[in-house]
């Protein structure tokens, strides 16, 4: 086996291959490309009502409504930001404004709501979501969502928005 000679070349070939990949791209892992925003699924603007106001709870409670919302790309958790929840409960019909509530995301992206036990609607047990850019900033685009639990029995449902800015 011969060892290869330090040539002038064989340096500048090195050198190149440094320029291409970076200097970090021979000690750290490729990164990934970013987070993929979360795109709006089909029946989750269904009996949205603008504008629900911010409360503390939806009705009696017993069922909790849970997420994050975070930014494309970095996944960095965004603050303060509104969203509503609303479904067919044991206490209302998900048309009715009293079935509708806001909430705010906390300092690391988090939200909860308690809301009565969601039944299902249209035989199906789903609650509906939604970050409306109309309400905040604006430098998000709006998404809706309408998850469908597994089993109508469940007492949680958990979701993660991740926003595109505008």
Avoid: C
């Avoid at 320029?19 to 603007?45: C, H, K, N, Y």
């Avoid at 067919?88 to 988090?110: C, F, K, V, Y």
Wanted: aromatic share 8%.
């Amino acid at each position: 086996m011969s060892t290869p000679r330090l040539t002038r070349r064989y340096v500048l070939a090195g050198g190149g291959a440094v320029v291409a990949t970076g200097a970090s791209g021979l000690v750290v892992p490729a990164r990934a490309q970013g987070l993929a925003p979360t795109p709006t699924m089909p029946g989750g603007a269904n009996n949205y009502y603008p504008g629900a106001p911010i409360v503390e709870r939806i009705g009696r409670g017993g069922f909790l409504m849970t997420g994050s919302v975070r930014r494309a790309g970095d996944g960095a958790p965004l603050a303060g930001r509104r969203i509503q929840m609303w479904a067919h409960t044991t206490e209302g019909h998900e048309r009715e404004p009293e079935s509708h509530g806001a909430t705010l995301t906390d300092a690391n992206g988090a939200f909860h709501m308690d809301m009565p036990q969601i039944v299902p609607a249209f035989g199906q047990p789903h609650g509906h979501l939604a970050y409306d850019a109309e309400f905040d900033d604006a430098s998000f685009e709006t998404v809706f969502l309408r998850p469908i639990m597994a089993s109508s029995s469940d007492t949680t449902l958990h979701v993660e928005f991740v926003l595109k800015q505008v």
